[in-house]
């Protein structure tokens, strides 16, 4: 999946996770009942995210404990470009 595609996907579900929470806040329920609703949304959407990027964040993971590893070995190419 490309950086991009990566990126609007996050924004997307973010974007949904706003609204659904704006939502409940403005829907005339008692505050019990719409903390109640809001916090199973908020489960449904990190399981989604878990589950959609799930291996792109071990892949991030596993890169950048391959880049710190280098890093050590190679203190200069932690030195930003300037």
Do not use: C, W, Y
């Not at 991009?4 to 329920?29: E, H, K, N, W, Y």
């Amino acid at each position: 999946m490309s950086k991009s595609t990566s990126r609007m996907i996050l924004a997307g579900l973010v974007g949904l996770a706003a609204g659904v929470t704006l939502g409940f806040l403005f829907a005339p329920d008692e505050g019990s009942k719409t903390r109640k609703k809001i916090k199973e949304q908020a489960k449904k959407v990190t399981e989604t995210v878990e589950s959609e990027f799930g291996d792109t964040v071990e892949g991030i993971k596993s890169f950048l404990r391959k880049g710190n590893h280098s890093t050590a070995k190679n203190p200069e190419a932690a030195k930003p470009e300037v």
